[in-house]
Every structure is written in structure tokens, then in C-alpha cells.
DNA sequence: ACACATCGTTTCGGATGCGTATCATCTTTG
DNA sequence: CAAAGATGATACGCATCCGAAACGATGTGT
């Protein structure tokens, strides 16, 4: 792939994004949720800042707002009941399965 | 290319933003920088808002904070000087240049 | 038991973005 | 020329997000 098709197929999946997207995620969020539901689990708030070098605050503020559209879920982790233990959701999976739709279509 | 595979892109690429990026652009500031540097010019406020179905304040906030940031340049036509012409910038064609290598690494 | 460390959340002041409504400027029309 | 239309910018009230700091709850070590 070449940087000018990947250019556009970014550039397409942008606009589909601003045009329908319910909940407008932030690049942040988007790097959030896919972190959850890529990456191995257990994932913590403080797992996850570390990951992407962002503060605690902003994992839990972006936990809430997601966690809002039903896109994750949350739950304390019973063997350390100081953690959070950060979880997937059937609405988030949908939601990303459609995003890895698009993507791969517009990659074409 | 599989939606598993586009996926684990767009979290790549994500993750390189939320990292690296001075200035975080939102996804519709990305929809719109995009939109500038991709498709056939002149690019009007009222244009790009109709182009991306937000209102015209979204685009002039954009261009602002864009402007800033010398990604993009405004210039009122002389035809009609109640136009405002966007233009690109050297800044921001790098820029975009710098995210289109990226996308392409990331998706091989 | 007690002090200390760790974890997630909340609070604070400040910055930014949103849509609606309005404004200033410029152009077109009668 | 005056009125109407078009265009981009601004004002407003509201919502969200940011990082730093403080906080409550839980776990660990002595």
C-alpha cells in the first residue's frame, strides 16, 4: 500500500466517521478502546495510562463516557480490590467489528 | 486486506498519535485537513461544512486552531471577497506526508 | 497495630469544542 | 441607490476534556 492510497482510505474513514458516528470519540478513546479490546487482558486504569502515557484521569474520564455508550464495562478485581478491572462488551465489539469493516473495505 | 488485520492499523496508528502528536487533533479536524489537502481546491468555509455535514462555526473554529498551528493558510478570493479561500501550507503537507508513511508501514 | 505504598476517583482552574443565533462585510437584484 | 441574499466570523451558554493535586479505599511490610 502506498502512502498516498493509505492517505486516502485514512481520509475516508474520517469523514464516514464524522458523518455517522452516534458517540464522537476522541483519538484518545478510539486508542483506549481498542487497546481493551486488542490487547491481552487484564487491563487496568493504571495499566492502560502507562500504555499510552496519559494520565489516570484521563482513563478514568474516557472509562465513564464509554462506559456510558455501553462500549465497556468495568469491575473490581476481587483478588486486589484496589484495581479496576477494565472489560469488553457486546456493544463494543459490535462496534468495533463494523469500524474493522469499513476500514478494510476503504483499504481497497 | 482482513478487518482483523485493519484493526490492529487503526490502533497503530492511534496509538503514534496519542503518543507523538503536539497538537491532538480531533478526528474532525483530521476529516478536515484531510479534506483540504486531498480533494480538488477551491475549499470555502461553507464548502468543507456541507462536505462534512457540521456547521459553519465547527470549520471557522478549525481553521483557527489549524491557522495556529500553520497546518492550514486563509486567504479571501478577490473575486468574490466575501469568500474565504483555505489553502495548504508546507507544515501541514508535511504533516500530512509524515502520517501517510506511517499508515503505510503500519499497514503492511 | 501502625505507617507506608498503591490504585482509582474526584476536585480544581483553565482550555477547547459544540450548535444556535447574531453580526459585519460583500454581492446581487430590483 | 436601497433592499435582499450570501458568506464567514463572533457571542453566548453549555458540555467535555486536560493535568496537577488531593482524597478515600485497599493492600503490604515491619
Redesign the pocket.
Known sequence: MKPGEALKCWHDVNMYMVHDEQPDL?V??MAILLTIYLEAPPH????LAKRLG????????????MGRHDLVD?RRDE??????LVQRTVTGALYLEKLADLIAEKAR
Open positions: 476522541s484518545r478513546q487496568t486504569v493504571r495499566g496519559v494520565t489516570k484521569p484521563v482513563i478514568t474520564r474516557a472509562l465513564n463516557t468495568r483478588n486486589d480490590r484496589r484495581n479496576v
